[in-house]
Protein backbone atom coordinates (compact mmCIF):
# COMPACT_ATOMS: atom_id res chain seq x y z
CA UNK A 1 0.00 0.00 0.00
CA UNK A 2 1.85 3.64 -1.07
CA UNK A 3 2.54 6.18 1.23
CA UNK A 4 -0.55 8.22 1.17
CA UNK A 5 -1.65 11.74 2.36
CA UNK A 6 -3.54 13.24 5.01
CA UNK A 7 -5.93 15.10 2.74
CA UNK A 8 -6.87 11.76 1.07
CA UNK A 9 -7.69 10.22 4.33
CA UNK A 10 -9.49 13.14 5.82
CA UNK A 11 -11.34 14.17 2.39
CA UNK A 12 -13.90 11.09 2.54
CA UNK A 13 -13.91 10.81 6.32
CA UNK A 14 -15.47 14.36 6.13
CA UNK A 15 -17.67 13.22 3.37
CA UNK A 16 -18.84 10.75 5.10
CA UNK A 17 -19.09 12.27 7.67
CA UNK A 18 -16.68 10.25 10.14
CA UNK A 19 -13.86 11.04 12.46
CA UNK A 20 -10.31 9.50 11.06
CA UNK A 21 -7.53 9.60 13.68
CA UNK A 22 -3.99 11.55 13.48
CA UNK A 23 -1.97 9.78 16.11
CA UNK A 24 1.83 11.72 17.66
CA UNK A 25 4.86 9.27 17.23
CA UNK A 26 7.67 10.90 19.28
CA UNK A 27 10.27 7.90 18.77
CA UNK A 28 10.38 4.83 16.63
CA UNK A 29 8.43 2.66 18.19
CA UNK A 30 5.78 5.13 18.01
CA UNK A 31 5.60 4.80 14.60
CA UNK A 32 5.15 1.19 14.31
CA UNK A 33 3.00 0.54 16.78
CA UNK A 34 0.72 3.25 15.23
CA UNK A 35 0.92 1.03 12.07
CA UNK A 36 0.40 -2.06 13.85
CA UNK A 37 -2.46 -0.90 15.45
CA UNK A 38 -3.80 0.33 12.34
CA UNK A 39 -2.89 -2.14 10.52
CA UNK A 40 -5.17 -4.57 13.05
CA UNK A 41 -8.10 -2.14 12.84
CA UNK A 42 -7.83 -2.42 9.10
CA UNK A 43 -7.87 1.19 8.83
CA UNK A 44 -6.55 3.98 7.24
CA UNK A 45 -4.13 6.10 10.01
CA UNK A 46 -2.41 9.62 9.87
CA UNK A 47 1.09 9.50 11.96
CA UNK A 48 2.12 13.09 12.77
CA UNK A 49 5.68 14.71 14.53
CA UNK A 50 4.89 17.48 16.31
CA UNK A 51 7.50 20.62 15.87
CA UNK A 52 8.68 19.55 19.81
CA UNK A 53 8.95 15.92 18.67
CA UNK A 54 11.51 17.69 16.06
CA UNK A 55 13.11 19.74 18.72
CA UNK A 56 13.66 16.90 20.85
CA UNK A 57 15.18 15.03 18.17
CA UNK A 58 17.23 17.99 16.96
CA UNK A 59 16.17 17.94 13.60
CA UNK A 60 13.54 16.60 11.70
CA UNK A 61 14.76 14.09 8.53
CA UNK A 62 15.94 10.89 10.53
CA UNK A 63 12.47 10.52 12.70
CA UNK A 64 10.55 11.94 9.60
CA UNK A 65 12.55 9.43 6.91
CA UNK A 66 11.47 6.60 9.75
CA UNK A 67 7.61 7.76 9.48
CA UNK A 68 8.36 7.92 5.64
CA UNK A 69 9.65 4.74 5.16
CA UNK A 70 7.17 3.14 7.88
CA UNK A 71 4.14 4.61 5.64
CA UNK A 72 5.90 3.34 2.57
CA UNK A 73 5.79 -0.44 3.81
CA UNK A 74 2.47 -0.64 5.69
CA UNK A 75 -0.61 -2.61 4.63
CA UNK A 76 -3.07 -0.31 5.09
CA UNK A 77 -3.13 3.28 4.00
CA UNK A 78 -0.88 5.66 6.25
CA UNK A 79 -0.03 9.00 6.21
CA UNK A 80 2.96 10.92 7.25
CA UNK A 81 1.76 14.71 8.72
CA UNK A 82 3.59 17.58 10.39
CA UNK A 83 1.79 18.89 13.33
CA UNK A 84 2.34 22.41 14.89
CA UNK A 85 4.55 23.35 12.88
CA UNK A 86 6.03 26.58 14.41
CA UNK A 87 7.84 28.89 11.54
CA UNK A 88 7.61 28.42 7.61
CA UNK A 89 11.24 26.80 7.75
CA UNK A 90 10.38 23.33 9.17
CA UNK A 91 7.03 23.65 7.02
CA UNK A 92 9.70 23.91 3.88
CA UNK A 93 11.71 21.38 5.15
CA UNK A 94 8.84 18.92 5.91
CA UNK A 95 7.44 19.26 2.24
CA UNK A 96 11.12 18.58 0.60
CA UNK A 97 11.38 15.48 2.71
CA UNK A 98 8.29 13.95 1.30
CA UNK A 99 5.22 14.99 3.61
CA UNK A 100 2.78 15.33 1.95
CA UNK A 101 0.60 17.35 5.03
CA UNK A 102 1.52 19.59 7.63
CA UNK A 103 -0.22 21.58 10.25
CA UNK A 104 1.02 25.54 10.56
CA UNK A 105 0.45 26.48 13.98
CA UNK A 106 0.23 30.32 14.32
CA UNK A 107 -2.60 30.52 16.35
CA UNK A 108 -1.14 32.59 19.33
CA UNK A 109 -0.67 35.49 16.79
CA UNK A 110 -3.29 37.94 16.58
CA UNK A 111 -6.11 37.56 13.94
CA UNK A 112 -4.59 39.67 10.74
CA UNK A 113 -0.88 38.45 11.45
CA UNK A 114 -2.67 34.45 11.99
CA UNK A 115 -4.18 34.88 8.38
CA UNK A 116 -1.05 36.83 7.30
CA UNK A 117 1.51 34.05 7.45
CA UNK A 118 -0.65 31.32 7.09
CA UNK A 119 -1.84 32.50 3.41
CA UNK A 120 2.12 32.32 2.33
CA UNK A 121 2.26 28.87 4.41
CA UNK A 122 -0.40 27.91 2.01
CA UNK A 123 0.62 29.23 -1.07
CA UNK A 124 3.51 27.73 -0.93
CA UNK A 125 2.39 23.89 0.15
CA UNK A 126 -0.32 24.08 -2.37
CA UNK A 127 2.61 24.69 -5.12
CA UNK A 128 4.18 21.27 -4.05
CA UNK A 129 0.30 19.72 -3.82
CA UNK A 130 0.62 19.55 0.03
CA UNK A 131 -2.41 19.64 2.60
CA UNK A 132 -2.46 22.32 5.04
CA UNK A 133 -3.93 22.57 8.14
CA UNK A 134 -4.08 25.63 9.95
CA UNK A 135 -5.70 26.82 13.30
CA UNK A 136 -8.04 29.27 14.62
CA UNK A 137 -8.73 29.97 18.71
CA UNK A 138 -5.84 28.60 20.40
CA UNK A 139 -6.72 25.01 21.84
CA UNK A 140 -4.70 25.28 25.29
CA UNK A 141 -2.94 22.84 27.32
CA UNK A 142 0.46 23.68 25.68
CA UNK A 143 3.50 24.61 27.66
CA UNK A 144 1.34 23.85 30.97
CA UNK A 145 -1.33 26.72 29.69
CA UNK A 146 -4.90 25.35 30.55
CA UNK A 147 -7.64 27.50 28.75
CA UNK A 148 -10.34 25.17 28.37
CA UNK A 149 -12.76 28.51 27.76
CA UNK A 150 -11.56 29.30 24.60
CA UNK A 151 -13.78 28.91 21.85
CA UNK A 152 -13.34 29.34 17.88
CA UNK A 153 -16.50 31.54 16.23
CA UNK A 154 -18.25 30.19 13.47
CA UNK A 155 -18.02 33.25 11.29
CA UNK A 156 -14.57 34.04 12.18
CA UNK A 157 -13.71 30.59 11.00
CA UNK A 158 -15.20 30.84 7.56
CA UNK A 159 -13.55 34.25 7.03
CA UNK A 160 -10.35 32.29 8.41
CA UNK A 161 -10.73 29.55 5.70
CA UNK A 162 -11.42 32.10 2.77
CA UNK A 163 -8.57 34.49 3.41
CA UNK A 164 -5.89 31.49 3.95
CA UNK A 165 -7.29 29.12 1.42
CA UNK A 166 -6.09 26.00 4.52
CA UNK A 167 -7.45 23.16 3.28
CA UNK A 168 -8.56 21.86 7.17
CA UNK A 169 -8.99 24.08 10.44
CA UNK A 170 -8.38 23.19 14.11
CA UNK A 171 -10.85 24.77 16.04
CA UNK A 172 -11.07 25.17 19.62
CA UNK A 173 -14.48 22.94 21.39
CA UNK A 174 -13.97 22.32 24.43
CA UNK A 175 -10.57 19.92 24.70
CA UNK A 176 -6.90 21.17 26.27
CA UNK A 177 -3.57 19.80 25.16
CA UNK A 178 -2.05 17.03 27.15
CA UNK A 179 -4.85 15.93 29.65
CA UNK A 180 -3.86 13.21 31.89
CA UNK A 181 -7.32 12.69 32.62
CA UNK A 182 -10.15 11.38 30.42
CA UNK A 183 -13.27 14.10 31.00
CA UNK A 184 -13.38 17.47 28.92
CA UNK A 185 -17.06 17.80 27.59
CA UNK A 186 -16.81 19.22 24.23
CA UNK A 187 -19.29 21.71 22.91
CA UNK A 188 -21.30 19.54 20.26
CA UNK A 189 -23.56 22.30 19.53
CA UNK A 190 -20.57 25.03 18.73
CA UNK A 191 -19.23 21.92 16.92
CA UNK A 192 -22.34 21.36 14.70
CA UNK A 193 -22.31 25.23 13.76
CA UNK A 194 -18.76 25.30 12.80
CA UNK A 195 -19.60 22.01 10.37
CA UNK A 196 -22.35 23.70 8.81
CA UNK A 197 -20.48 26.94 8.98
CA UNK A 198 -17.22 26.15 7.59
CA UNK A 199 -16.33 24.57 4.10
CA UNK A 200 -13.53 22.70 5.00
CA UNK A 201 -12.78 19.59 7.84
CA UNK A 202 -12.78 20.39 11.60
CA UNK A 203 -9.59 18.84 13.47
CA UNK A 204 -10.10 18.00 17.06
CA UNK A 205 -6.61 18.72 18.61
CA UNK A 206 -6.02 18.03 22.65
CA UNK A 207 -8.18 14.77 22.39
CA UNK A 208 -6.22 12.75 24.79
CA UNK A 209 -8.53 14.58 27.24
CA UNK A 210 -11.88 13.36 25.42
CA UNK A 211 -13.60 10.18 26.77
CA UNK A 212 -14.26 7.87 24.21
CA UNK A 213 -18.13 8.60 24.48
CA UNK A 214 -17.06 12.20 23.17
CA UNK A 215 -14.80 10.99 20.76
CA UNK A 216 -17.02 9.37 19.03
CA UNK A 217 -19.88 12.28 19.58
CA UNK A 218 -17.68 14.29 18.25
CA UNK A 219 -17.26 12.81 14.97
CA UNK A 220 -20.75 12.53 14.64
CA UNK A 221 -21.38 16.20 15.15
CA UNK A 222 -18.61 16.93 12.16
CA UNK A 223 -15.24 16.66 13.55
CA UNK A 224 -13.25 14.77 11.21
CA UNK A 225 -9.50 14.79 12.08
CA UNK A 226 -8.98 13.50 15.82
CA UNK A 227 -5.53 14.57 16.91
CA UNK A 228 -4.66 11.71 19.88
CA UNK A 229 -0.77 12.09 21.83
CA UNK A 230 -1.22 12.45 25.36
CA UNK A 231 -3.00 9.05 25.63
CA UNK A 232 -0.34 6.90 23.49
CA UNK A 233 2.22 8.25 25.84
CA UNK A 234 0.26 7.59 29.08
CA UNK A 235 0.22 3.84 27.60
CA UNK A 236 3.59 3.81 26.61
CA UNK A 237 4.86 5.08 29.91
CA UNK A 238 2.65 2.50 31.72
CA UNK A 239 4.08 -0.49 30.54
CA UNK A 240 7.14 0.51 30.25
CA UNK A 241 7.67 1.22 34.29
CA UNK A 242 5.40 -2.11 34.60
CA UNK A 243 7.83 -3.63 32.81
CA UNK A 244 10.80 -2.79 34.80
CA UNK A 245 8.82 -2.85 37.62
CA UNK A 246 8.62 -6.81 36.78
CA UNK A 247 11.81 -7.85 35.84
CA UNK A 248 14.52 -5.78 38.25
CA UNK A 249 17.93 -5.70 36.80
CA UNK A 250 17.29 -6.30 33.11
CA UNK A 251 18.91 -3.86 31.20
CA UNK A 252 17.77 -4.70 27.38
CA UNK A 253 16.19 -2.08 26.33
CA UNK A 254 14.59 -4.20 23.66
CA UNK A 255 11.95 -5.42 26.42
CA UNK A 256 10.65 -2.52 28.22
CA UNK A 257 10.49 -0.23 24.93
CA UNK A 258 8.80 -3.57 23.43
CA UNK A 259 6.56 -3.49 26.16
CA UNK A 260 5.59 -0.07 25.52
CA UNK A 261 5.37 -0.29 21.76
CA UNK A 262 2.74 -3.25 22.30
CA UNK A 263 0.63 -1.58 24.25
CA UNK A 264 0.82 1.47 22.67
CA UNK A 265 -0.13 -0.65 19.20
CA UNK A 266 -3.20 -1.89 21.41
CA UNK A 267 -4.45 1.48 22.02
CA UNK A 268 -4.02 2.55 18.47
CA UNK A 269 -6.28 -0.35 17.32
CA UNK A 270 -8.93 0.32 20.29
CA UNK A 271 -9.36 3.88 19.64
CA UNK A 272 -9.37 3.12 15.62
CA UNK A 273 -12.98 1.28 16.82
CA UNK A 274 -14.04 3.25 19.25
CA UNK A 275 -14.19 6.19 15.78
CA UNK A 276 -15.18 3.75 13.76
CA UNK A 277 -18.06 2.26 15.71
O1 LIG B 1 -1.70 17.98 17.91
C1 LIG B 1 -1.79 17.02 18.70
C2 LIG B 1 -2.90 16.89 19.61
O2 LIG B 1 -3.69 17.98 19.68
C3 LIG B 1 -2.82 15.95 20.73
O3 LIG B 1 -3.30 16.42 21.97
O4 LIG B 1 -1.88 15.20 23.59
O5 LIG B 1 -4.03 16.17 24.28
O6 LIG B 1 -3.99 14.20 22.75
P1 LIG B 1 -3.30 15.45 23.21
ZN1 LIG C 1 -2.57 19.79 18.99
Same mark, same amino acid.
Given at each position: ???????????? /????? !??????????????????????????????????????? $???????????? +????? +?????????? $????????????????????????????? #?????????????? @??????????????????? $??????? #??? @??????????????????????????????? &?? &??????? #? !?????? *?? $??????????????? !??????? %?????? %?? *??? /????? #?? @??????????????????? *?? &???? !????????
Amino acid at each position: MPLTTAGEIVGP /AAKAG !RGCAAFNAIQLEHITAIVDGATRAGQPVIIQLSHNAVRY $HGSLAPIGSAAL +AAARA +AEVPVAVHLD $HAETPELVHEAVALGFGSVMFDASTLDYA #DNVRVTRDVVDACH @EHGVWVEAELGEVGGKDGV $HAPGVRT #DPD @EALAFVQATGVDALAVAVGSSHAMLTRDAEL &DL &DLITRLR #D !RVPVPL *VL $HGSSGVPDDGLAAAA !RAGMTKI %NIATQL %NK *VFT /AAVIG #DL @EARPGKVDPRKYLGAGRSS *VA &DEVA !RLLGVLAA
